[in-house]
């Protein structure tokens, strides 16, 4: 067993029954091939609950501060998280990306890039249009719909994905394709609150 294997499981047994987590939509994510994963950011918790709730394992990027950490930086990489350095053109975190996704895994991504102050959901950064047109891969939108509550109740929802085609067709610019995720997600966020 890898300590990815390992982590999930032993995350899943103390946050599923602490936040007793229920999981919608699960057969949304393809069983293989390329997949993004785009969600609302709303805690800390946001990556790990995302990570045990998907049936496939997912990578994560992670702000590149959280590498240098005397604990957490060695086992970051070990766990699927690569570095990105924020607030500038990060192209080797770009890279990263492109190939977990080219090589057919599962890329979790937070479009907002940061955590919602007000739990309301934000815009999203042209980034994750990005990946999503310069890769085949299908894309998933995730809302979880807290608030984070010991012994309350928190709601992970997979939405069907977003159809891509016409957008890569066309050609269609980055932060376009990035309001309709963040529409996708909107959309999933209302229907379930």
């Known amino acids: 067993m890898n300590l990815y294997s390992f982590a999930r499981g032993l995350v899943g047994v103390i946050i599923k029954p602490l936040y007793r987590i229920e999981v919608l939509g699960k057969e949304n994510i393809p069983k293989e091939g390329g997949v993004l994963i785009c969600s609302n950011h709303i805690d800390n918790l946001d990556p790990p609950v ?87 891969c299908t894309v998933v939108p995730c809302a979880i719909i807290g608030p984070y509550k010991m012994f309350g109740k928190l709601k992970v929802v997979y939405g069907k994905p977003v159809q891509m085609d016409t957008f890569r067709e066309e050609k269609a610019s980055a932060d376009i394709v990035t309001d309709k995720i963040m529409d996708s997600i909107r959309e999933i966020l209302e229907k379930y609150k």
């Open 50 to 136: 995302v990570g045990v709730t998907s049936p496939r394992p997912i990578y994560f990027m992670a702000k590149a501060e959280l590498f240098k950490a005397p604990i957490l930086g060695p086992i970051l990489p070990k766990i699927n998280a690569f570095p990105v350095k924020r607030g500038v053109n990060d192209r080797e975190a770009l890279r990263t990306a492109l190939k977990v996704l080219k090589d057919g895994n599962v890329l979790g991504i937070f479009p907002e890039g940061t955590r919602s102050k007000d739990g309301k959901l934000g815009k999203g950064l042209s980034g994750v249009g990005f990946f999503a047109l310069r890769t085949e």
